[in-house]
Structure formats: C-alpha cells, structure tokens
C-alpha cells in the first residue's frame, strides 16, 4: 500500500517547523515516529498535502527530573521510556504503559507526543497521563503554553492543539512518597489496541488513607475517560478490597465502549471493572500500602 | 510530490539516490535497489517480516518513508552473510529447524541481530519479547528461540 502523494518537509528548528504548519495550515500534518500516521496514509484513511518531520528537529528526546515534574520532550520514542531506570523505578505506571505500546518494533520509532497527540481512544498513553495528572506543552508562534492533560482531549482524534502548534513536551507532577501507579491492559495478542485497559495512581497519607487518586480508561469511550466519581469516591478511605471493589464499579459506570470485534459493550463494561481492581490494587501495593 | 535525494549506507555500502517523498523504506531497498531479501508481508505494521536494522535498531520499514532513513546506517538480512560464511543468527536457524516457509525469516532474523547487539546472552523472555512484533505462522515459535539461543552462545 502506497500513501496518496505529499510534499515531505524536514525541518530543523522548531521555529521552522511551526512555520511550515502556518503557511499550510489544515493540508499539513505532523510526522513524529509515524507508527500511526503512516499506516493511515497507507491505508488512505488520511490524506495529507504536506508531511512536516518533527524528527530532524534537535532537542525533543529526553527523559529528565526538572523542578518538581517529570519532563518527556514530545519526541521520545517508547523505547527510550521502556529501558528508562527513572521511569522504572519511580514511574512504573508508565513502564507499565510503555511495554504494552504495540509491539518493541514500533516502539523503537513510536514517540510519546505522537501517541498523545493522535488522540486516539485505544492508545495507551492518554489514560496513564490522566492518571498522573501531566501537563502538556504546546509550542506555536506565540511561544509556549501549558494544557492541563484533562482539558487536552476534545473528541475522537481531537485535541486542543491548534493548527500550527506542536507537542513539545509533557510535563508530570513528581509523585510525593507512599506513591504508586499501574497500568493494567487487556489485549487479544500482543500489539492489538486495548479491548479495555485501566490506568491508576495512588499517593497514600501516613494515615494509610487516599490522599491522591488518579483513575482513567482505555478504548472506553469516544475519548480516553477519566473515572472522576471513582477517583473522588477512594479520596479519605482506606484502599482496602471492599473500597477498591466499589471504586472499580464506579470507574466502569464511566464507561461508555463501542461494541467491535474486541467484544460487546456489556463485555468491556465488565472488563473496565475488573481491569480497574487489578490496577487500583497493584497501585495499593507500589505505594507501600500493602 | 516533492523529490528528495538521499544518501544511505546499507549493510556497509553507501547509496546515494532520488526518492518520491512517499517511497516506503522497504519498497525503496526492494524495488529501487533490488534487495529483496526484506520481505513485505502485511504491510499494515503487524506481521514484522519487513524489518531491517536502521541506526542500530530493528524497525518496520513498511511504516518509515525512505526519506526518513536519510543519513542512516542501515543493515538488511543480505548484510548478515560474510565472505561466503552464514552469521551466528543464521546457522542458528539452520540448525536449530528455524524456518518452515521462510517468509518471516528475514524480519526474525534482523529483530534477533538488533537484540543480540543490545544483549549479549538474551534470557528465553527477553527473546521471547524482542520478538513479539514478528509473526510467524508455521513454527510455533520454539525453534526460533532455540535458534536465537544457538547463535547467543556462538563467539560473534
């Protein structure tokens, strides 16, 4: 399968890069790792009149602790997040979330602001950064700004990036002690969209109460979904089974799945569930709660 | 349709060349410069038959633009072979019975290079999970384990 023809640009600043989006405002596109965009221009689901190549541009791979957060520069490949030792020992909610990305090949080109940025409900990322509550950063003409991660998805494979803005960098709020997070996902076979997968983290006080919880869902609706109900139900309990069981009730009430051939939508209802206890769950353990 | 030329060293040899913005990686090492040891299975990002090394790391090159690869150091499965003697990988898959059909072997076996370059002596997982982007439909998997734990404990 063959694209439709476009005209490739492969910029090497950012400010050139923003540039090429103005001038071609809705016929250009945004190619990152292109492990999604590629496969839909093969398929000819998507069109485009001009590629812009994000990844000629310096300084958007990086993985670093910077004043309380947790930054990813847009253009880090899933890979760099799988073998990161920042990552697995103090974020294993998204070492969790990395090594269930499609498969190690893709991961090697797949980057982590392009599966944000893509926006789509069956991607892994969008649930386990509504979980840490992240931040993404947004670069234009105008400089930078900051869009909390609740506000960033707007629809099916809709954000708020504006035309001639790019994804530079998703910023996480470092977790404080007695913290954990787990991303729990149900796949057909490996590098098969979520029939349903649960993100959660968890900050524990030392009054072995629910200080912080973060609770999201893959492919649970037109949008990823944040468990709002259930994350405000666990705030002040003891993350014990009878409090994860109701939480994960309440978590799968937020769903609203499409039935496909991954199951019925009583079946990912159901899957929402459970997936969501054995999050929550491994979460209670990772804080050191259990 | 923009034209770019670029210039790519594969399996050690530099090529420099004019390619339609659109041009798949893998159609460009199949057809433009006729290597077609790189399979296409799928073409849609599943099967893995088509992967090749680029830049040290094995990748679908049905799902990269020739473009892309400008400037990269890129090693196909005819890059495994030297001077008439068959790579570590290769024996291993001889002996070991890692092929039926064959058609997913040149993704196997550049995905087994690309993990062996990473991890000298891989544990059964962790070739298990390097190759879980390549499909295989006639072995069952076995064999290409035991193939690539062959060529693991061979001086390479």
């Known amino acids: 399968m063959i694209p439709a023809p476009f005209d490739y640009h492969a910029p090497g600043s950012l400010a050139e890069a923003i540039g090429l989006l103005q001038q071609h405002g809705d016929d250009a596109k945004v190619l990152s790792g292109g492990q999604s965009l590629l496969p839909l221009l093969k398929l000819r689901l998507a069109s485009t009149a001009h590629l812009v190549d994000i990844g000629r541009i310096p300084g958007l791979e990086y993985i670093k602790e910077e004043g309380g957060y947790l930054k990813i520069g847009g253009r880090t490949r899933e890979s760099a997040l799988e073998r990161s030792d920042v990552i697995k020992a103090k974020y294993p909610i998204l070492h969790?979330?990395?090594?269930?990305?499609?498969?190690?090949?893709?991961?090697?080109?797949?980057?982590?602001?392009?599966?944000?940025?893509?926006?789509?409900?069956?991607?892994?990322?969008?649930?386990?950064?509504?979980?840490?509550?992240?931040?993404?950063?947004?670069?234009?003409?105008?400089?930078?700004?900051?869009?909390?991660?609740?506000?960033?998805?707007?629809?099916?494979?809709?954000?708020?990036?504006?035309?001639?803005?790019?994804?530079?960098?998703?910023?996480?709020?470092?977790?404080?002690?007695?913290?954990?997070?787990?991303?729990?996902?149900?796949?057909?076979?490996?590098?098969?969209?979520?029939?349903?997968?649960?993100?959660?983290?968890?900050?524990?006080?030392?009054?072995?109460?629910?200080?912080?919880?973060?609770?999201?869902?893959?492919?649970?609706?037109?949008?990823?979904?944040?468990?709002?109900?259930?994350?405000?139900?666990?705030?002040?309990?003891?993350?014990?089974?009878?409090?994860?069981?109701?939480?994960?009730?309440?978590?799968?009430?937020?769903?609203?799945?499409?039935?496909?051939?991954?199951?019925?939508?009583?079946?990912?209802?159901e899957m929402a569930r459970v997936l969501t206890a054995r999050a929550l769950t491994r979460a209670v353990a990772r804080a050191g709660g259990h | 349709m923009s034209k770019h030329n670029i210039r790519v060293t594969i399996n050690g040899v530099p090529h420099e060349a004019q390619v339609d913005a659109r041009l798949l990686l893998v159609h460009f090492l199949r057809d433009q410069l006729q290597m077609t040891g790189t399979h296409i299975g799928c073409d849609t990002t599943h099967c893995g038959a088509c992967t090749v090394v680029v830049d040290l790391e094995p990748v679908k090159s049905c799902t990269m633009l020739a473009v892309q690869a400008d400037g990269a150091a890129i090693i196909t499965v005819e890059g495994l072979e030297r001077d008439g003697k068959l790579h570590p990988l290769q024996e291993g898959f001889c002996q070991e019975h890692g092929l039926q059909c064959g058609f997913c072997t040149p993704g196997m076996l550049m995905t087994a290079y690309g993990l062996l370059s990473q991890t000298d002596r891989p544990s059964e997982a962790e070739i298990r999970h390097a190759i879980s982007g390549n499909l295989c439909r006639c072995t069952g998997y076995v064999n290409i384990v035991k193939s690539i734990q062959y060529a693991a404990a061979l001086p390479r």
């Open chain 1, 96 to 269: 969790d979330t990395a090594l269930v990305i499609a498969d190690p090949l893709v991961r090697n080109r797949a980057t982590v602001g392009g599966n944000l940025a893509h926006a789509d409900p069956a991607n892994d990322h969008p649930a386990t950064m509504l979980a840490l509550g992240a931040e993404v950063v947004a670069a234009g003409a105008g400089g930078e700004r900051v869009i909390p991660i609740t506000q960033f998805f707007t629809g099916i494979f809709s954000t708020a990036l504006r035309p001639g803005e790019i994804l530079v960098e998703i910023r996480i709020p470092a977790p404080p002690p007695r913290s954990g997070g787990a991303y729990v996902k149900l796949e057909r076979k490996v590098g098969d969209f979520a029939t349903a997968a649960a993100a959660a983290q968890l900050t524990i006080g030392a009054d072995g109460k629910v200080a912080r919880a973060g609770i999201a869902l893959t492919s649970a609706g037109p949008t990823p979904i944040k468990a709002t109900a259930a994350e405000q139900f666990l705030m002040g309990q003891r993350p014990d089974t009878a409090a994860i069981a109701q939480a994960s009730k309440l978590a799968s009430d937020a769903a609203s799945p499409s039935a496909d051939r991954r199951g019925s939508v009583e079946y990912k209802r």
